[in-house]
């Protein structure tokens, strides 16, 4: 199993700035790096100060420029704020510039907020059209001259300029319904799935509908990835109740997410206030408690066999989610922990996906 980096520069406030934040990320995925993890991921959301990621693409040109070896994926574009041609260009120009290293995720978008400012108030739950349509769209533009007549894009013979330097770009689908399986898996894509504050059961849950999707495309002869997204926080076994401070982070990045997706308040300077633990009275999952056991918290020894339990599944890649609300001391402190004690126990195969260059 594969280890991989999920981040975002996070500002829940104005005690540091952008740039502070910025310099934070770049530590940390030098860190990740140093460490083994295979890949670091950036995603992209906007007017948010919680997740400030208007576009992954220049932030991981970037770190392009201060790594080596890690591999860099945009995880994930929203493809309704895409168009193809821009896209497929501008991966393959990230490619280019890291020597091979990029990575592609699409999703279809989550917040109601974003599509009203960036897409004209298309409905959120329409995403998935254009998820589907762009996916195939820009793999043909990596290829060569293309046209394309699909229901949300057209446009005439087109190519991507540049051209990526990996004879195939891995793509990787946001997925969650059994739909979104069988159109990754029929398209030749990867799949990431994350169980948010769900328990190792989703995991299960998700990876069948994974499985099920394989099982239905015997046409496809070579086997795609599935990553598993989690929150994660690792603490010595010296300190037993370090994971309430951990729980409580990530209770306070869940609270903060339920106030941008429910769009009921207008943000002031790009900043929302979670909503109140009040609201969430008789929902066990929103609990510390529950989070505990929900979100990859403990120590390196309990780490070690849940990753163990993923990995028996079939994961082939875990993604270190190190977006909780926290203080940089504490993730990097998580972070090393991590490196240090769970990795090695792990065999580190060469990847597959670095060798599809």
């Known amino acids: 199993m594969r280890f991989s980096l999920f981040i975002h520069m996070e500002r829940y406030d104005e005690s540091l700035t952008t740039q502070q934040h910025w310099e934070n990320l770049v530590e940390l995925t030098q ?41 860099l994926g945009a995880g ?60 195939p769209a820009i793999q043909k533009l990596w290829e060569g001259d293309y046209a394309h007549d699909g229901e949300v894009w057209q446009f005439p013979t087109s190519t991507s300029v540049p051209k990526p330097v990996q004879k195939k770009v891995p793509v990787w689908v946001a997925a969650r319904s059994p739909e979104s399986h069988d159109y990754a898996v029929a398209n030749g894509c990867h799949v990431m799935v994350t169980p948010l504050m769900k328990g190792d059961e989703e995991v299960e849950s998700l990876v069948e509908k994974f499985e099920t999707a394989i099982a239905n495309h015997p046409e496809i002869t070579e086997r795609p990835d599935i990553m598993v997204l989690r929150h994660t926080y690792v603490h010595s076994a010296d300190e037993p109740e370090a994971w309430r401070p951990a729980a409580e982070g990530i209770q306070k990045f869940y609270r903060t997410f339920d106030a941008w997706f429910g769009n009921k308040t207008t943000p002031v300077n790009g900043f929302l206030e979670p909503s109140p633990l009040e609201k969430f009275e008789g929902r066990a999952d929103f609990t510390v408690e529950s989070l505990h056991k929900s979100a990859m918290i403990g120590t390196p020894a309990e780490v070690v066999e849940r990753l163990r ?34 990795v090695p126990q792990f065999a580190q195969a060469p990847s597959v996906l670095a060798m599809e260059k």
Not at 47 to 71: C, D, F, G, H, W
Request: glycine content about 8%.
């Open 76 to 135: 994930t574009i929203i493809a309704p704020f895409w168009n193809p041609i821009r896209a497929a260009g501008e991966v393959a120009l990230l490619d280019v510039i890291s020597n091979g290293r990029a990575e592609l995720g699409v999703a279809r978008g989550a917040y109601q907020f974003e599509f009203d400012r960036v897409a004209g108030g298309l409905p959120a739950t329409d995403g998935g059209q254009h998820m589907q349509e762009i996916i």
């Open 31 to 71: 860190m990740a790096e140093a460490g083994g993890f295979d890949t670091v991921w950036i995603g992209e959301h906007h007017s948010m100060e919680y997740t400030v990621s208007p576009n992954p693409l220049p932030q991981l040109a970037y770190l392009a420029a201060k790594t080596s070896t890690i591999r």
């Open 309 to 342: 339990r993923y990995e028996a599944l079939g994961v082939t890649e875990y993604s270190f989610w190190n977006d909780n609300s926290l203080s940089h001391e504490e993730k990097k402190r998580s972070l090393q922990l991590f490196i240090d004690e769970v």
